[in-house]
């Protein structure tokens, strides 16, 4: 399992994981694209499990919403205070997509 920072739910169907750079991952996608996410809501002490199929996208609509996305979140990082402030948010290349 591996922890995921910037996700977002699309739709009804859809959940975008921004900058799927792992090569491990790649390769596993290229080879099968079923998929699970594991979330937990930390205050409430629930896990849920999304299965779907995933694909990576590298251009186009969707990859023009991830970077307004992440701009939005670099913004915010500025603008909270310096202890609250959360991991460094690098540049993404590309958004995993997940859709049920």
């Excluded at 790649?26 to 995933?54: I, S």
């Amino acid at each position: 399992m591996v922890p995921v920072g910037l996700v977002e739910v699309l739709d009804d169907s859809t959940i975008a994981i921004v900058d799927v750079r792992m090569d491990k991952t790649r390769k596993n996608l290229a080879e099968n694209d079923n998929v699970a996410l594991a979330v937990t809501d930390v205050n409430r002490l629930v896990g849920y499990q999304f299965k779907g199929k995933a694909y990576v996208v590298s251009e186009g609509e969707i990859m023009e919403w991830a970077k307004e996305f992440v701009k939005r979140k670099q913004e915010r990082r500025r603008e909270a205070p310096r202890g609250n402030r959360e991991g460094k948010i690098a540049r993404r290349k590309d958004v995993g997509v997940i859709t049920s």
